[in-house]
């Protein structure tokens, strides 16, 4: 855990497993992670808008979903709110078309695959790996250079992101700061609830 007061790190402290140490955190956060990347490509224009069809972007998901519904797309606003209807773990391919659970942006489902499909997208657009791009978006900005993609797990985007304990910290105090999104973006955007399920309020990357 890190504690921060007035943008400032007060407090590391680690408990139980020895890999939970200060020096090297194996968090679950590449969703929040993604989210700024891909806000900050709104922000640039390298995405025009987040209700646009990945598609566009990518032609890999160009009328990829299935038959039952060939009238709709999937776009970056469901993958970041769990809307899209991409499955969470299991088949994401069928036939050449994505195994979609539900017409996109009809329904609500955790989805670790959405993220996976992000971050192949993301990748696509700036020609650069989810690991460069993690370096160069979240880490650089804030001289955290402690974070690190872990491939071990499906794809990256949808699965760990590892830093030190101070660097998460920082990349925190960053995101409510206004480092990488303007807080237009943030509150508009990011913290807006887009859907909800039992857990709560759905932002983009954020509960």
């Known amino acids: 855990m890190a504690v921060v007061r007035s943008n400032e790190i007060v407090l590391t402290k680690s408990y139980g497993h020895d890999r939970l140490d200060k020096t090297d955190v194996y968090a679950s956060v590449s969703k929040p992670v993604t989210a700024m990347i891909v806000l900050q490509f709104l922000q640039e224009g390298k995405i025009l808008s987040l ?64 993220y996976g499909v992000l971050g192949d997208v993301i990748e ?57 999104i303007s807080s237009d973006f943030l509150c508009d955007e990011v913290l807006k609830e887009h859907a909800k399920d039992r857990h709560g309020s759905i932002g983009l990357g954020w509960y």
């Not at 999937?74 to 050449?96: A, E, I």
């Not at 657009?125 to 979240?138: C, D, F, N, T």
């Open 51 to 114: 209700d646009d069809d990945i598609g566009i972007y990518h032609s890999k998901y160009k009328n990829a979903t299935p038959k039952e519904y060939v009238d709709s797309c999937v776009t970056f606003r469901q993958l970041l709110s769990h809307t899209s209807g991409v499955p969470h773990q299991s088949k994401l391919w069928s036939g050449g078309k994505l195994k979609l659970e539900f017409r996109p942006g009809t329904d609500v489902k955790y989805s670790t695959h959405g």
């Open 124 to 180: 696509e657009i700036a020609g650069k790996s989810y690991r460069q791009l993690v370096r160069e978006y979240v880490g650089k900005p804030i001289n955290a250079n402690s974070f690190k993609v872990m491939h071990w797990f499906f794809d990256a985007p949808a699965g760990q992101v590892a830093s030190t304990i101070e660097d998460m910290a920082r990349f925190s105090i960053a995101v409510m700061n206004n480092k990488y």
